[in-house]
């Protein structure tokens, strides 16, 4: 089995890390604060990006943002200075589709095959490796990582050329963040009505308005538990990619928009480090609920 390394091991790529050790590869991670849990389990602690890449046949980020994958690619002590020529590049990151074409060419250019494999299912998929994994790059990597995505995720779709599986997390991005503001909506009016909200979600999730997000966030807001599984402020750095991606090619995302505004207020409250669902917190505010 090829041997992984994995750059990010946040809320997202612990447990991706912890699913590849216990599918059999040889994993070793780098992190830039300690990971003692990862460590308990045998897996390998490198110092830095360089010394990840040297070592490993396939390499995996999963971070922030576009400047994170880019430091570490290119930074001081990043990847390019240890990667091997013939080695595959995997960026499971959110990140601007075009920061991730600019890594496939730089990547090509060391004799690296690269992939943009971002996804989709939140700590609990990353926990129960059933993770959507939308993927942009050549046919061949793809195939050479179908493997290793099997080892982290259920749904994998090579979606096309370099930057699609961005393009597409983009998509996903929109559809989650507008329907768990219907949600946070239906919820919050429900509420001041003074109705059974549990009865409420009961009712809807036997309709045409089911939704995993109806499910899972619908029970969140019930229970007033907004600990993240993923942040608001991650989310809005998503929105922004996404009303960026729409205003470069002249497409209008007026409802997404609204929503980044909301995702807005609750930066300014601090409320950033919350999970996504807050946008329920923000609506109660609004209408004046305790």
Same mark, same amino acid.
Do not use: W
């Given at each position: 089995?090829?041997?992984?390394?994995?750059?990010?091991?946040?809320? !997202?790529? &612990?447990?991706?890390i912890?699913?590849?050790?216990?599918?059999?590869?040889?994993?070793?991670?780098?992190?830039?604060? =300690?990971?003692?849990?990862?460590v308990?389990l045998?897996i390998?602690?490198?110092?830095?990006?360089?010394?990840?890449?040297?070592?490993?046949?396939?390499?995996?980020? !999963?971070?922030? /943002?576009?400047?994170?994958?880019?430091?570490?690619?290119?930074g001081?002590?990043?990847?390019?200075?240890?990667?091997? &020529?013939?080695?595959?590049?995997? /960026?499971?990151?959110?990140?601007?589709?075009?920061?991730?074409? &600019?890594?496939?060419q730089?990547?090509s250019?060391?004799?690296?095959?690269?992939? @943009?494999?971002?996804?989709?299912?939140?700590?609990?998929?990353?926990?129960?490796?059933?993770?959507?994994?939308?993927?942009g790059?050549?046919?061949?990597?793809?195939?050479?990582a179908? =493997?290793?995505?099997k080892?982290?995720?259920?749904? #994998?779709?090579?979606?096309? =050329?370099?930057?699609?599986?961005?393009?597409?997390k983009?998509? *996903?991005?929109?559809?989650?963040a507008?329907?768990?503001?219907?949600?946070?909506?239906a !919820?919050t009016?429900?509420?001041?009505?003074?109705? @059974?909200?549990?009865?409420?979600?009961?009712?809807?999730?036997?309709?045409?308005?089911?939704?995993? #997000?109806? @499910?899972?966030?619908?029970?969140?807001?019930?229970? *007033? %538990?907004? &600990?993240p599984?993923?942040r608001?402020?991650?989310h809005?750095? /998503?929105? %922004?990619?996404?009303?960026?991606t729409?205003?470069a090619?002249?497409?209008?995302? =007026?409802?997404s928009a609204?929503?980044?505004?909301?995702? /807005?207020?609750?930066?300014a409250?601090?409320?950033?480090?919350?999970?996504?669902?807050?946008?329920?917190?923000?609506?109660?505010?609004?209408?004046?609920?305790?």
């Open positions: 089995m090829e041997k992984i390394g994995f750059i990010g091991a946040g809320i !997202m790529g &612990k447990p991706m912890s699913n590849l050790a216990k599918a059999g590869y040889p994993v070793a991670f780098f992190n830039r604060s =300690p990971v003692d849990e990862l308990k045998g390998k602690s490198a110092p830095s990006a360089k010394a990840v890449a040297a070592d490993s046949d396939v390499v995996i980020t !999963m971070l922030p /943002d576009s400047p994170e994958v880019e430091s570490v690619v290119s001081p002590n990043g990847m390019l200075e240890g990667i091997r &020529k013939g080695a595959l590049f995997i /960026d499971m990151s959110t990140i601007a589709p075009e920061t991730s074409k &600019k890594l496939h730089i990547f250019e060391h004799g690296v095959a690269a992939l @943009d494999a971002p996804v989709s299912g939140g700590e609990v998929g990353a926990k129960e490796a059933t993770l959507s994994i939308m993927v790059g050549e046919p061949a990597a793809f195939e050479r179908l =493997p290793v995505f080892a982290m995720g259920k749904n #994998i779709v090579h979606i096309g =050329p370099a930057g699609a599986g961005q393009v597409t983009a998509c *996903n991005q929109i559809v989650v507008l329907t768990i503001q219907a949600v946070a909506e !919820m009016l429900a509420r001041k009505s003074g109705v @059974d909200l549990a009865k409420v979600r009961e009712a809807l999730l036997g309709g045409f308005a089911q939704s995993r #997000i109806l @499910d899972l966030h619908g029970k969140r807001i019930i229970e *007033n %538990n907004f &600990k599984g993923f608001v402020r991650l809005r750095k /998503d929105m %922004n990619i996404v009303l960026q729409g205003r090619l002249s497409v209008p995302l =007026p409802c609204v929503v980044a505004s909301q995702m /807005d207020a609750l930066l409250q601090g409320n950033g480090e919350l999970d996504h669902s807050s946008l329920a917190l923000l609506l109660g505010q609004l209408a004046g609920l305790k």
